[in-house]
Structures are given as structure tokens and as C-alpha cells.
């Protein structure tokens, strides 16, 4: 069965960065976007990054210049790095693997158990 998992979360200060992984299995991982979210409680699952097949890149203006979306289709891996974290990035991260690249977290069908990020003023 397909199974995404997120590493690389942790606590930091801001203006620091981190670097999380999303590592897929059971799945071509070549032929799916792969999308960040992060989700804070009490609020919708916010997108973050998002990466298609072909290596386009999408960003918030929320964190557009700080942070960076790859992939690495040779490891089934995606990442995130994640530059100038401020205290609202705080959040657990998510990461969702979907054929087509879509902007909706509830269009998503594949989905990593999360990882925090904590970020401390």
C-alpha cells in the first residue's frame, strides 16, 4: 500500500531553518505531485509547497522566498527546506501525494502521520 513518511521536524529558533523529508513507497513516485501542508489546532490544513511531476513549483505568498521545495524521484523522496522560520510556522507538517498537482488538501488521497515543527521566538 502506498505509505508517505515525514522526518526531519523538531524544534528551533526562529530565523533558523530545518529541512523536512517525505519519504513514498507503493506508489511510481515519479508520476505524483507532491504537496506540503501544515496544520495548526483548530484551523484548516494550510498548503505550504507543492511540487508536480514535472518539477513545477508552487508557493503561498506566505512562504515564498523562504522556503524550497524539491524532489528526488531516484530516492521517492520529496523535501522541504524551510529557511527564516518565524514562531507562525509552528505547526505539525504534513506531506500528500496526489497524480495532479492540486491547491485543495481534501482532493488528496495519500497522506504522510505528520511531524512538528516547532518554532520558538
Known amino acids: 500500500q502506498v505509505q508517505l513518511v515525514e522526518s526531519g521536524g523538531g524544534l528551533v529558533q526562529a530565523g533558523g531553518s530545518l529541512r523536512l523529508s517525505c519519504a513514498a513507497s507503493g506508489l511510481t513516485f515519479s508520476n505524483y505531485a507532491i504537496t506540503w501542508f501544515r496544520q495548526t489546532p483548530g484551523k484548516q490544513r494550510e498548503l505550504v509547497a507543492g511540487?508536480?511531476?514535472?518539477?513545477?513549483?508552487r508557493y503561498p505568498n506566505s512562504v515564498k522566498g523562504r522556503f524550497t521545495i524539491s524532489r528526488d524521484n531516484a530516492k521517492n523522496t520529496a523535501y522541504l527546506q524551510m529557511n527564516s522560520l518565524k514562531p507562525e510556522d509552528t505547526a505539525v507538517y504534513y506531506c500528500?501525494?496526489?497524480?495532479?498537482?492540486?491547491?485543495?488538501?481534501?482532493?488528496?488521497?495519500?497522506w504522510g502521520q505528520g511531524t512538528q515543527v516547532t518554532v520558538s521566538s
Open positions: 500528500a501525494a496526489r497524480f495532479h498537482y492540486s491547491y485543495y488538501s481534501n482532493q488528496y488521497t495519500y
Open positions: 511540487i508536480t511531476s514535472g518539477g513545477d513549483t
